[in-house]
């Protein structure tokens, strides 16, 4: 890949959790759109929970994979802006990134290796920033002028060590002759499905353990039309739903509960 290739894709993502009542939103594609007319702006979410840099960095890492190679994905919940926290944009893979350094992409780094730079170049930032509002300020026109093929290098000085926040991961266990994976809930969507970090590939699942209630396996929602239950989602991950109804608020689970998997290998 070459580092002119954003300009032959242009497309930018935006991933935050400004929500939709006020005008940031809009005014972040009203800069890059005045930097780049001709780009495409493709809205990730805007209702990441406030300040949750943890749920971010899950949805940004199980979104940015669906978009072609070039794509700058900007993600920004960013609790502390107007700090001396950097601002950074990443090269991993054949993707780029625009975010804090606050661990927006963690979940990127387990596997990865990444170039990242500071913006703080200021030829390819707003002329009057705001210290509440980079993501208008200094994200979005950053993203542009990448979009438009500027180097990641001129965007200021190589950063070797960024933050990064801690990942949940799986465990699997010998538990009397069976094997199990021990893992938790990562993240709760719109219907109060329940996202674990568990994944399934070859193995076959048999039962969900979560606050001591066993849950069976199925193969998809309306099979389990009156009890909650377990499936593989589309990102081969274990899910517990109620089918129309709202397992997190029914089962009164949260982010970080506890789930068993037991499987046959």
Do not use: C
Not at 68 to 90: C, N, Q, Y
Not at 113 to 137: C, H, P, W
Not at 176 to 190: P, T
Request: proline content about 5%.
């Amino acid at each position: 890949m070459t580092l002119l290739e954003p300009s032959q894709t242009k497309i930018i993502t935006l991933l935050t959790d400004f929500g939709y009542r006020d005008p940031f939103v809009g005014q972040m594609k009203g800069v890059i759109l005045s930097i780049n007319p001709s780009v495409k702006i493709v809205d990730i979410t805007h209702n990441i929970e406030r300040h949750d840099i943890e749920e971010a960095a899950y949805l940004l890492y199980s979104s940015y994979k669906y978009f072609p190679s070039g794509t700058i994905h900007v993600a920004v919940v960013d609790p502390e802006v107007g700090s001396k926290r950097k601002a950074l944009v990443f090269q991993i893979e054949d993707h780029y990134f625009l975010s804090p350094d606050n661990g927006i992409i963690s979940y990127l780094l387990r596997d990865n290796n990444y170039r990242a730079f500071e913006i703080e170049n200021v030829k390819y930032l707003m002329k009057e920033k705001s210290s509440t509002f980079q993501g208008r300020d200094l994200f979005a026109p950053a993203a542009a002028w990448l979009s438009k093929g500027i180097r990641i290098e001129d965007f200021g000085k190589a950063v070797r060590e960024v933050k990064k926040i801690s990942i949940p991961e799986p465990i699997l266990v010998k538990d009397k002759g069976a094997f199990k994976i021990l893992g938790q809930v990562v993240h709760i969507d719109q219907f109060g499905n329940l996202i674990t970090n568990i994944r399934i590939d070859k193995e076959k699942p048999v039962e969900v353990i979560v606050k001591g209630l066993s849950l069976p396996f199925v193969n998809f929602y309306s099979e389990a039309a009156n009890k909650p239950a377990a499936l593989i989602n589309s990102d081969d991950l274990v899910e517990i739903f109620l089918y129309k109804g709202n397992a997190s608020e029914t089962l009164n689970i949260k982010k970080g509960t506890p789930v068993e998997v037991y499987i046959h290998g």
